[in-house]
């Protein structure tokens, strides 16, 4: 296959950060890039066109959206909403062919307050997930699921897990759900990459967090079986969440080569 560098950014508002976006576009190249929280129906289709990039959108007034971005390509649509959820108003999944490659890019319910209805909902949302994961993985086509999971899989990926006890993102039963996904073949590329580092994706707007580090990583890309092998590289493009009106997550990415990698 052909070297591709895959993304994933929570935008947290693509009309207000749109330079931010152009700016990370110029500068790190990605092939494939997967958006979350658009937080709108309106959508630069134009400005990232001319910037080199075809563009699919799912947007949502206000809230959620997801978007795929394929440089010098246009990502060719597969599906809308996951199966089973076609009368969910929340739009949180756009699947798309791009590059080669099947791309589902996904922004999971955060959940909370937990316990509650929109806990509920993100575990019922989650079961979903995990039903169609298992039906891309049995197509044996390239798959990356990329996207914000709202779960922080274990307490490597977090500053400090105590004063977080209560949030949904490490609820046990988030958690497991995660597990679950992993456990039917797909490799989280950035732990599989990086077994025993602290990597964070994002750092909320409070108590400095930003400054002092203390991150979750809640931004996956997960590869199946038929993509795995051809993993590279991969990190997080931090510098962004340093700029001004960034987004309180930054870039995830990987590499993946143009041969499958020798096992050591």
């Not at 075809?54 to 909403?81: M, Y």
Request: net charge neutral; charged share 25%; hydrophobic share 40%.
């Amino acid at each position: 296959m052909k070297p591709l560098k895959i993304a994933t950014f929570n935008i947290n508002g693509i009309r207000a950060r749109l330079p931010n976006l152009l700016a990370w576009l110029a500068r790190e190249q990605p092939d494939i890039a997967c958006l979350q929280e658009l937080k709108g129906v309106d959508f630069p289709t134009q400005q990232l066109a001319e910037a080199g990039y075809g563009s699919l959108h799912l947007g949502q007034a206000s809230w959620n959206g997801v978007a795929i971005l394929a440089r010098d390509a246009e990502p060719l649509e597969i599906r809308r909403g996951l199966p089973g959820m076609e009368g969910d108003s929340q739009s949180r999944y756009l699947e798309a062919a791009a590059h080669g490659v099947v791309v589902g890019c996904l922004y999971l319910p955060n959940g909370n307050p937990q316990p509650g209805p929109k806990f509920d909902y993100k575990l019922a949302w989650f079961e979903r997930f995990i039903e169609h994961a298992q039906v891309l993985l049995d197509s044996e086509h390239p798959v990356v699921l990329a996207g914000d999971y709202n779960v922080v899989p274990t307490d490597l990926d977090i500053y400090n897990p105590r004063s977080w006890l209560k949030d949904a993102l490490l609820q046990p039963q988030s958690r497991a759900c995660y597990r679950r996904l992993l456990d039917q073949g797909w490799t989280d590329s950035l732990r599989h990459l990086y077994p025993d580092e602290r990597l964070y994706t994002f750092w909320d707007y409070f108590r400095e967090h930003w400054p002092k580090n203390s991150g979750l990583r809640i931004d996956h890309l997960l590869l199946n079986p038929a993509l795995a092998p051809y993993l590279k590289n991969g990190g997080v493009d931090a510098w962004v969440r340093n700029e001004a009106k960034a987004s309180d997550h930054a870039p995830a990415w990987i590499e993946l080569g143009r041969s499958k990698r020798k096992e050591t």
